[in-house]
């Protein structure tokens, strides 16, 4: 029952922006009869009234497994460089080397709007938990706040960095934002806080990687901060004191582009 009711769920979400759309109970059934030969969708519209598979075409050519992408967003003009789903799942967000950051349906595929204002590649994006706030950081050295739904700056863009912002990321409770930043031939490599809602600094800057900071994660409590860098470091920063702290992890001889803490931090 499991397996059936999965593939039922696969077939409804792949073919969801064709479902909502009037169609008759022909093409819907045209559409089972499009799945792979013996999927639960093929087996019901084969064994549907005759009078319905009549206006039904079989094809023969049609492919026998099912295709893993369900969705593609063809919105941009330069390379993508992040993504980021919207906590509700109805939305993703994309960033981009067009200098622009797109909001598109998940359903659909269709473009919701354009947050245009920066000037540079956009690097890393990030919404807020509660899905109100889209955050976005570019080379441009600024991180921009938006509203993903309306599509316009909350508020000024947050300015302070000397070099790129390559990672941002939103706290547990979504009232604070980390960008990491550094590009060869800047010395900004440097960890910045932000207060989501105010834009205002908080605290001192996190200084210690000796190269650019590449990769940022709260942990869960939000009062620890690991960053990684092209020192092939990764530091842990405590958010009270804004120091590192204890040692550094030095396992890695390349740059760190993730970091990652497990739930239970």
């Not at 593939?7 to 022909?26: A, C, E, Y």
């Not at 706030?133 to 960095?161: N, Q």
Request: net charge neutral; hydrophobic share 35%; glycine share 10%.
């Amino acid at each position: 029952a499991t397996a059936r009711l999965g593939q039922v769920k696969s077939f409804i979400g792949r073919r969801l922006d064709r479902l909502m759309r009037p169609v008759t109970t022909s093409a819907a059934f045209q559409l089972a009869m499009q799945e792979p030969d013996g999927s639960l969708a093929q087996r019901s519209a084969q064994n549907a009234d005759p009078l319905l598979r009549k206006f039904v075409i079989r094809w023969m050519n049609k492919p026998q497994k099912l295709e893993p992408c369900i969705l593609t967003i063809k919105e941009h003009e330069g390379r993508v460089n992040a993504v980021a789903w919207s906590p509700d799942g109805g939305h993703i967000a994309s960033a981009s080397d067009d200098n622009t950051v797109k909001v598109c349906s998940t359903s659909t595929g269709e473009e919701v709007c354009s947050l245009d204002g920066h000037s540079d590649p956009v690097t890393s994006i990030a919404f807020s938990p509660d899905g109100r706030i889209l955050a976005s950081g570019s080379w441009d050295k600024s991180i921009r706040v938006w509203d993903p739904h309306g599509g316009k700056e909350r508020r000024r863009p947050l300015l302070g960095h000397g070099a790129a912002i390559n990672f941002i990321a939103f706290n547990s409770g979504g009232e604070i934002i980390a960008s990491a930043a550094g590009s060869p031939g800047y010395s900004d490599n440097t960890i910045r806080l932000w207060h989501a809602h105010t834009g205002e600094l908080i605290g001192r800057p996190l200084v210690g990687h000796q190269g650019t900071v590449t990769c940022l994660a709260f942990h869960p409590s939000g009062m620890r901060l690991a960053s990684g860098g092209s020192d092939c470091l990764v530091r842990v920063w405590n958010l009270e004191t804004f120091k590192e702290e204890g040692g550094f992890l030095t396992e890695h001889t390349k740059t760190i582009n993730s970091v990652a803490w497990e739930p239970e931090g």
